[in-house]
Protein backbone atom coordinates (compact mmCIF):
# COMPACT_ATOMS: atom_id res chain seq x y z
CA UNK A 1 0.00 0.00 0.00
CA UNK A 2 1.04 3.33 -0.93
CA UNK A 3 0.92 6.68 1.15
CA UNK A 4 0.50 10.02 -1.06
CA UNK A 5 0.09 13.80 -0.73
CA UNK A 6 0.17 14.05 -4.10
CA UNK A 7 -1.46 14.16 -7.12
CA UNK A 8 -2.22 10.12 -7.99
CA UNK A 9 -2.28 8.15 -11.03
CA UNK A 10 -1.65 4.92 -12.70
CA UNK A 11 -3.31 3.48 -9.51
CA UNK A 12 -5.95 0.62 -9.69
CA UNK A 13 -7.77 1.76 -6.76
CA UNK A 14 -7.53 4.78 -4.28
CA UNK A 15 -9.21 6.75 -1.69
CA UNK A 16 -8.54 10.21 -0.44
CA UNK A 17 -9.80 12.09 2.74
CA UNK A 18 -9.72 16.16 2.85
CA UNK A 19 -10.05 17.31 6.36
CA UNK A 20 -10.47 20.98 6.79
CA UNK A 21 -11.29 23.30 9.99
CA UNK A 22 -14.59 25.02 10.14
CA UNK A 23 -13.15 28.11 9.57
CA UNK A 24 -11.07 27.29 6.68
CA UNK A 25 -14.48 25.78 5.32
CA UNK A 26 -16.54 28.98 6.03
CA UNK A 27 -13.76 30.94 4.17
CA UNK A 28 -13.95 28.36 1.21
CA UNK A 29 -17.75 28.71 0.85
CA UNK A 30 -17.93 32.35 0.90
CA UNK A 31 -15.04 31.79 -2.34
CA UNK A 32 -17.47 29.31 -3.77
CA UNK A 33 -20.73 30.47 -6.32
CA UNK A 34 -23.84 29.03 -5.73
CA UNK A 35 -23.34 26.11 -7.83
CA UNK A 36 -20.17 24.94 -5.95
CA UNK A 37 -21.74 25.11 -2.81
CA UNK A 38 -24.33 22.82 -3.52
CA UNK A 39 -22.07 20.31 -5.24
CA UNK A 40 -19.50 20.80 -2.18
CA UNK A 41 -22.92 20.03 0.23
CA UNK A 42 -23.63 16.92 -1.17
CA UNK A 43 -20.94 15.28 0.17
CA UNK A 44 -19.17 17.34 2.86
CA UNK A 45 -19.22 15.41 6.43
CA UNK A 46 -19.00 16.96 9.64
CA UNK A 47 -16.89 15.00 12.14
CA UNK A 48 -15.01 15.77 15.37
CA UNK A 49 -10.93 14.74 15.12
CA UNK A 50 -8.36 16.17 17.03
CA UNK A 51 -10.47 17.95 19.72
CA UNK A 52 -11.99 19.80 17.20
CA UNK A 53 -14.98 19.80 14.82
CA UNK A 54 -13.61 19.58 11.53
CA UNK A 55 -15.35 18.99 7.78
CA UNK A 56 -14.02 16.68 5.46
CA UNK A 57 -14.92 15.04 1.52
CA UNK A 58 -13.91 11.48 1.33
CA UNK A 59 -13.11 9.01 -1.19
CA UNK A 60 -13.05 5.60 -2.74
CA UNK A 61 -12.45 5.01 -6.38
CA UNK A 62 -11.23 1.98 -8.63
CA UNK A 63 -11.81 1.75 -12.89
CA UNK A 64 -15.24 0.39 -12.39
CA UNK A 65 -16.82 2.48 -8.85
CA UNK A 66 -16.64 6.24 -7.09
CA UNK A 67 -18.40 6.92 -4.03
CA UNK A 68 -18.01 10.85 -5.51
CA UNK A 69 -20.27 9.36 -8.90
CA UNK A 70 -22.48 12.78 -9.63
CA UNK A 71 -25.42 10.42 -11.20
CA UNK A 72 -25.31 7.92 -8.30
CA UNK A 73 -25.18 11.09 -5.55
CA UNK A 74 -28.02 12.43 -7.52
CA UNK A 75 -26.13 15.88 -8.28
CA UNK A 76 -28.45 17.62 -11.25
CA UNK A 77 -27.68 16.71 -14.48
CA UNK A 78 -27.26 20.87 -15.39
CA UNK A 79 -24.28 20.26 -11.91
CA UNK A 80 -22.65 17.32 -13.03
CA UNK A 81 -19.63 18.93 -15.25
CA UNK A 82 -19.15 21.27 -12.62
CA UNK A 83 -19.13 19.02 -9.79
CA UNK A 84 -15.55 17.57 -9.73
CA UNK A 85 -14.15 21.33 -10.34
CA UNK A 86 -16.30 22.32 -7.73
CA UNK A 87 -14.76 19.72 -5.34
CA UNK A 88 -10.96 20.43 -6.41
CA UNK A 89 -11.48 24.14 -5.91
CA UNK A 90 -12.82 23.75 -2.20
CA UNK A 91 -9.64 21.11 -2.12
CA UNK A 92 -7.72 24.08 -2.90
CA UNK A 93 -8.95 26.40 -0.83
CA UNK A 94 -9.33 25.07 2.44
CA UNK A 95 -6.05 22.88 1.88
CA UNK A 96 -4.03 26.22 1.03
CA UNK A 97 -2.85 26.73 4.64
CA UNK A 98 -1.40 23.02 6.28
CA UNK A 99 -3.08 24.56 10.04
CA UNK A 100 -6.38 24.28 8.40
CA UNK A 101 -6.61 21.47 5.93
CA UNK A 102 -5.07 18.27 4.94
CA UNK A 103 -5.29 16.24 2.17
CA UNK A 104 -4.15 12.38 2.12
CA UNK A 105 -4.12 10.38 -0.82
CA UNK A 106 -3.89 6.54 -0.49
CA UNK A 107 -3.31 4.00 -3.15
CA UNK A 108 -4.64 0.22 -2.69
Known sequence: MKIRSGFVSNSSSSSFIVLATAKAHAS?????????????NTVLQSVEAFGQNLVCIE???????STLDPEEL??????????????YKWKKLVTKDPKDGIE???DL
Open 74 to 87: NIPEELEEKFNDAL
Open 104 to 106: RRI
Open 59 to 65: AISSDDY
Open 28 to 40: AMKQLNGDERQCV
